[in-house]
Structure formats: structure tokens, C-alpha cells
């Protein structure tokens, strides 16, 4: 009984000693002020140096938080019990959010740096004339291969997966629209369709593709194709510019037969308290130094057309992650198909998981 | 029970801690690499530690964990282990066997169910999400496990020796001070420990009912997968670890030199 | 009478939790389990539990749980069973749990590291022969890393039943003849079987919803009952169909308890 009250002591002082440096720590940190701007971000998707220079420069403290899914982030948005004031979604989520009127309309006024962005990022169907999101980053999915472990061959085309050379020796993505798009796509088919023939005939394909198929991962996909455990990849263009960076033997293409163009764009979510700070973040972010600074460090493709006047040529100049125009003519950007439809894309993804056993 | 252990014993205690320990030993290693990941060794650095001591944010987060951590331990352990006397107290088996998977309800669900409910719960009861929330949560999913632990001590003691406290006079309160907790002691440190090890490790639950600035370091770290563990993590891991190792060294040798020597210390 | 009123006072803290985090989740769980992915009221979530997708699922959550319980106990069983005999237990137990302490994402990259193409494991096999073999992503890795991560929960209750256990019994069965094997089988494998109890019930019943080890390790070779969970509840935001795997496995959670319960009265 004895050795249990000490312990019990031991740990009530401890904890009590905690948590005064906590508090101590945070209002030292201005946590516990006045003029706070909370920011919901991906992990490691910004140059916290940037942050610094945004709170000398307002005077604004900023409070940053991560999730690792636009599905988790929506979840915890949605219920509420949170203040976020600023969010970075992807534009599938962006997209159900507007529809259920959990983003709060941007005041254009009060952005004036929005002109820096290419036109051609801005005014798309997920979010009509940018009323609720100003574009991040951007990239492109596509695969990622070793020139090395493959003796040289190039890959150009999804269909180009299926062959058996390759056996055993491709990654793909723990993600159905990803998957099941690159199913799509490699029959032709949009990859936003939602015809049930269709979706069984990808996937179908897709269960041919088995015997080439190492592991389905989820990020540490990057990690382990920078480190050669497998020649083939389905990755999105800005994991693939950093281990290419790593591997010098890693290569990147947007499959020949279409791919998705993806975004995550910037939004102030209902729940936000402090939407004056969350504008001037925002209008902080889209200035091009703040921008070119901000995409050498987190080395995915910024929007900022004005940007990338300060950024190195070689980066700028790959077409590879700075596609053409006549290029991303061709890509899709995911459409929200519904739950119904991304249920069924999800039970087919599953069964298809499944068949590899 | 001081048998000297045979030396094929003695081998197979020692593999089984190397594997225990590979992986740590792995990360504290690469904690030290130049290189920026956990696969070439290019060069020894400090670098990774220096990061961290600049970090304010993640040091906060660490000792928010830490708090967390040790007080739903604790209260976990308090709750748990009244539990327990509940389950052996309740006379029929029926009752018995129900309190029972209720219990174990939280041990099987997936964290992610327990997230999502928790987090629909406060949000009807209107707390807010942040460290309350949190606390609550640990507390509720570390109960389930420190049940488990004491109640086979608690069913394991003979009823013999509360009647024979009960005929020298003993109050209740008396035998459960002096009788049934030392009993059970062994149960409640296996208990509290566990639920310290529930606690650290829980991303899920967490990550549903924080907000608000609030974070714990699994949180952080699962937050960090997506773009890749910078090897400040690593750092971290391994300083925290080599304090917990340390910490725990130092208070088994406290507690044994405490122990009078003789009166049953060892078996 | 005050006795009974004081008790009944003192056992509050554990009802309340039972009503509020156990029951209550339940209870939205089952609500959650009969609406479809449009909110209409329907079964049809449970007729799709009844197709081979789930039900193959169900199966192979099963088996690899099963698998995992059983690897873990034969190697915890004798580890508990030399650490009573070791100098220093208590220390060495602990040792044996600080590791568990460390973040699990971060072990697991390290197991990444250490079983890929080019880690530690296959430089081994090279030098003694065998050369490089594929470790990642197959059942070998995944079992191992789960069994890695629950072995100090089942190796705690079993050195605390083994701790208990009088060696005068033991001496007694050897006195009376009886060989090695014997006097486990008959002497102290039953009477530690309630410590082996819990050390199953808090390995099984987890080790059939996970599912950040199966992408990590097994790269979603296998799919357990916990992946399509948090498919359901993140992804796909049908917490109808997540919620029904849920009431599944809260279900099965029952009947493995009514199974392993206890069915004679306590010593």
C-alpha cells in the first residue's frame, strides 16, 4: 500500500510540475493571447520559417496543427468543437465541403495577391470562380520508376504496367480513386465515370494486374521506392520530385492515356474565429517570394505564376512537374461523385485487395 | 524461487531482448545519420538534436503527451482497479460474465470507432475538444486493460484471508487497505504500466477528440508520415527513450535498496 | 446498511464510466450500424456483411489473430517463465515494456528499414548463405511485427500468475516423480491459466482490427476486419457499414468471452 501512495504522489508532482511548464511555455510562446490564428494543415506542407515571418510581420500568433487525410480532417471539421481558421483540403474535399456549406466565402478584396496565380488553376468546377479556396500546391499523379533496376526501359503509358517484366515489382497507392482511376484510364474511360460496367470492367483489369503488384502503401511508398525496394510506383508529383531528388536512378511520367490533376487549396472553414487573420495568412502565402520560399522547401508545384520567377530554371523548366498547358488539357481533376458512387469505388478497391490473396 | 538459469536459458532471454530492442537501436542509430533518412549512413551528426532543442512547438507536444500520459494512467489505474473488486464482488455469473464484455468493449473496437464516438459524445455534451478531451478519452480506454490485469490477482486470492482479517476485527476499509491492495499490488503496476503504454501509443483517438493547438507526439509523428520523419523524430524517440531506460533503472534500484532485507523481498 | 451504502458509493466511478464510454458508444454504434450511406433506415448494411467479401475477411482476420495469440504466447510463456527466475525480475520486466513505449509508426519504419532488400536482415542472410530473400510485405513480417508489438502484453499477466505460483508445489510434484513436462502440463500451466487468459483475450481481440501494420508491413497483402473499418468510417464516410463490422466485432468479442470464461467457481 505504501509503495502505491508514493507512486501515486510521485506522479501527481510530476505531472502538476508539467504542466506548469507547459502553461509557462505557451503564454511565453503567446499561445494563451489574444490575436491567434489556428491553421489545420498536412504534415510537414509548409516552411515553418514562413510562419515566423508572418507573426513578426502581423503580430498575429499562429497555432499549427496537422492531420495526414482530407477524409480525417473532414471528419473533425464537420462535427465541430474546433476553431480552425484556416484548413488546406484537397480540391475532392474542397468540393463536398462547399456542398455542405462548411467553408466560409472569401472576401477577394482583402486577397489582392490572388492575381500571382496561373489562370489556369483558378475557376475550376470544384470550387466555380474561387469563391471559398485559393489554389496551394498543386501536382499531378502519375508513376514513378527506377531507369536503374528496369536496365534503361522507359515507361510511358499505364498499359505499360501490365507488363510481365515487371512482375512483382510495382508499388500502388492505398487509395481507390487513385487506383481505380488508373484502372479507368487505362481502358480509356474517364476517370470520374461512375457507369457500373465500366467500374467492373477496371477493376477486372485491375485483378490482372495482381502478379505485378509488390505491396499497396500508403506514404512510406516514397520511402521505399527512394530506397529500391521496388522499381515501379503509382506516386503523386510532388512525393516524386523529393526521392528523385534522393535517387538520381528514380524517373517520373504522367501516363500517356490521362491522368488526375490534383489540388490543395487553401479555405477558412465555418468554424473559423478569426477570419480577418486567416485573409491576411492567406493573401501572406500567395506572395510570390513567400511562395517561391515555400515551394523549395516543401519541393512540390506552386500555382504562383509570379513565383516561379524565383525559383531555379532547372525546377521551372520540367515538364515533368511544370506540365504544359497542352498537357494538363488532357488530366482530370477528381469530380465529387457522391457517397453512393465512392462507396461502390471503395467496395470494388476492397474486393480488389482482397483478390490478391 | 533462485534456481541459477541454464546458460541454453540464459541465450534465449538475451535474443529475445535483442529483438525487443533491434528497432530501437535502429532508430537511435540512424538519429545520428547525416543523411536525412533511415537507410544510408552518411556521416555522424548532432544536427537532429540541436533541431529539437529549437523547437518549441514539438517540446510542448512531447510534455503535453507526458501529462497525458501519466495522469490517465493513473486515474485509469484508480477507476480500474475499483472495477475489479466490482466484477469479483457481484455474485451471479451472469452478472459476472456481462460486466466483463462490457468491459473488454473497448479493448476490441477499433480505435477509430472509439474516436468517432467519443468525439460525437463530447460534441453533444458540448465540451470542448482539447486537453479535457483527450484526458477523458485516455482515461476511458485504459480502464478496460487495468481491469484485466488485477482481477486474475484479485480472483486468484484465497477468500480465506479476508475471513481471517474480517475474525481479528479488521473493518472493510481496513482489509482492502491491508489485505487485498499488496495482494493485488503486482496486478496494479501491470495495469498502470499498461495503460501508460495505451496512452503513448494512441494516434486514433486522440486525433478524433483534440483541437485546437492541442496535439500529442503521435499525432505529430502520423502527421509527419505523409511528408516523411525527418530524423528530429529519431532524435527525439531516442532521448526520450534513454530517459525512460534511466528513470526506470534508477527506481528499481531506489525501491530495492528500500526493501528490508529478509522479510520476503524475493522469492 | 452503511457499509452497503458507503460501497455502493465507492463503485460509482467504474459505473459511470461503464454507462458513459462503453454503453453510450455502443449504443450509437448500433443506431450508426442501421443507416445506409444516404441516412435511410435500412439493413442493407448487414446483408452486405453476409456476402464472401466480408465474410472471407471475417475469416482471415480470424486466422491471422489466431496465428498472432498463439506465436505470441509460446514465446511469452517461456520468457515470463525464465525472467521469475532471474535477480533481478521486477527490472527486467520493465525492460521488457519500455520499448513499448516508443511510438508504433516509428517502430515500424524501423522494421521497414530493417527487413527491406537492403537491410540488416538480408545482409545477414547473406553472410550465412542464404542469401537476400523478400522479408517485406509477406505473412512471415507481418505476424512478426504483430507478435513484436503485443508480446509484452502477454508476457505481463503470465509472469504475474507465474509469480504467484507456490514453488512448494512444484517441489512437491518432482518429489512425487513426476518428469519436467508433467509437472507443467499438470501443475503450473493451470494453475497460471488465468493469467494466460487475459495475456489471449488483450492479444486476439486487437490483433483482429488492425490495420496500421497491415499496409506498413504486409502492404494490405492482408486485410483484416480493422482496415475496412477505418476504410468505412474515413474513406468512404459509411459509418453505417463501418458501424456494423463494429457490432461484428463486439459480437464475436462476447462470444469468445461466454467461451473462455470462467465456468468453475473461484478458489
Sequence with gaps: ?357 | MRENLSPGSKLLLVVIFLILYAPIFYLIFYSFNSGGNMTNFEGFTLDWYRELFHDTRLLIIVLNTLVIALLSALISTIIGVIGALVIRDLRSRQAKNTILSLNNVLIVSPDVIIGASFLILFTMAGIKLGFYSVLLSHIAFSIPIVVLMVLPKLQEMSPTLIDAARDLGASRFDVLRKVILPYITPGIFAGFFMALTYSLDDFAVTFFVTGNGFSTLSVEIYSLARQGISLNINALSALLFVFTLVLVIVYYFITQRNKPSGMGGKR | MQNKFTRNLFFIPYALWIALFVIAPLLLILYYSFFDIEGNFSLINYQKFFTPVYLKMTLSSFWYAFLITLISLLVAYPTAYLLTKTKHKQLWLLLIIVPSWINLLLKAYAFIGIFGTYGVANSFLEVIGIGTQQILFTDFSFIFVSVYIFIPFMILPIFNALDELNPALVYAAKDLGASSWVTFRRVIFPLTIDGVKSGCQVVFIPALSLFMLTRLIAGNRVITLGTAIEQHFLVTQDWGMGSTIAVFLVIIMFLIMLVTGKRKRGV
Design chain 1, 1 to 357: 500500500m505504501k509503495k502505491l501512495v508514493q507512486l501515486f504522489m510521485a506522479i501527481v508532482i510530476v505531472s502538476a510540475a508539467l504542466l506548469a511548464i507547459i502553461s509557462s511555455l505557451n503564454s511565453s510562446e503567446g499561445y494563451s493571447g489574444g490575436n491567434t490564428l489556428t491553421i489545420y494543415n498536412w504534415g510537414d506542407y509548409i516552411d515553418e520559417e514562413l510562419l515566423s515571418q508572418f507573426e513578426e510581420q502581423t503580430g498575429i500568433k499562429v497555432i499549427y496543427a496537422t492531420f495526414d487525410s482530407n477524409e480525417a480532417m473532414l471528419t473533425k471539421i464537420k462535427q465541430g468543437g474546433t476553431t480552425y481558421d484556416v484548413a488546406v483540403p484537397s480540391e475532392y474535399t474542397i468540393d463536398q465541403m462547399r456542398k455542405e456549406h462548411l467553408l466560409i466565402p472569401l472576401d477577394h478584396s482583402k486577397l489582392p495577391n490572388m492575381k500571382y496565380i496561373d489562370e489556369r488553376f483558378m475557376d475550376l468546377p470544384f470550387d466555380p470562380e474561387n469563391k471559398y479556396s485559393i489554389p496551394y500546391f498543386w501536382g499531378t499523379v502519375g508513376i514513378v520508376y527506377n531507369t536503374s533496376m528496369l536496365d534503361g526501359k522507359r515507361i510511358t503509358s499505364w498499359a505499360d504496367l501490365w507488363d510481365e517484366d515487371l512482375s512483382n515489382q510495382i508499388l500502388l497507392i492505398d487509395g481507390a480513386r487513385e487506383v481505380m482511376g488508373m484502372g479507368l484510364n487505362s481502358l480509356s474511360y474517364s476517370l470520374n465515370d461512375t457507369n457500373e460496367a465500366h467500374l467492373q470492367e477496371a477493376k477486372e483489369k485491375l485483378d490482372t494486374l495482381t502478379p505485378n503488384i509488390k505491396a499497396i502503401v500508403g506514404d512510406e511508398s516514397k520511402m521505399l521506392l527512394a530506397n529500391e525496394e521496388a522499381a515501379v510506383g503509382l506516386a503523386w508529383s510532388g512525393d516524386a520530385s523529393e526521392i528523385m531528388y534522393e535517387n538520381e536512378n528514380l524517373d517520373y511520367v504522367v501516363p500517356k492515356e490521362g491522368s488526375n490533376l490534383w489540388f490543395d487549396n487553401m479555405v477558412i472553414p465555418k468554424t473559423a474565429k478569426n477570419v480577418e487573420a486567416a485573409h491576411q495568412f492567406i493573401n501572406f502565402m500567395l506572395d510570390p517570394k513567400v511562395a517561391a520560399q515555400n515551394t523549395e522547401y516543401v519541393s512540390y508545384s506552386t500555382p504562383n505564376k509570379e513565383a516561379l520567377k524565383y525559383l531555379p530554371e532547372e525546377i521551372v523548366k520540367d515538364e515533368r512537374f511544370y506540365p504544359s498547358p497542352a498537357l494538363t488539357e488532357k488530366l482530370e481533376v477528381y469530380e465529387n461523385l457522391g457517397k453512393q458512387n465512392l462507396a461502390r469505388y471503395n467496395e470494388l478497391f476492397l474486393e480488389f485487395k482482397m483478390h490478391r490473396k
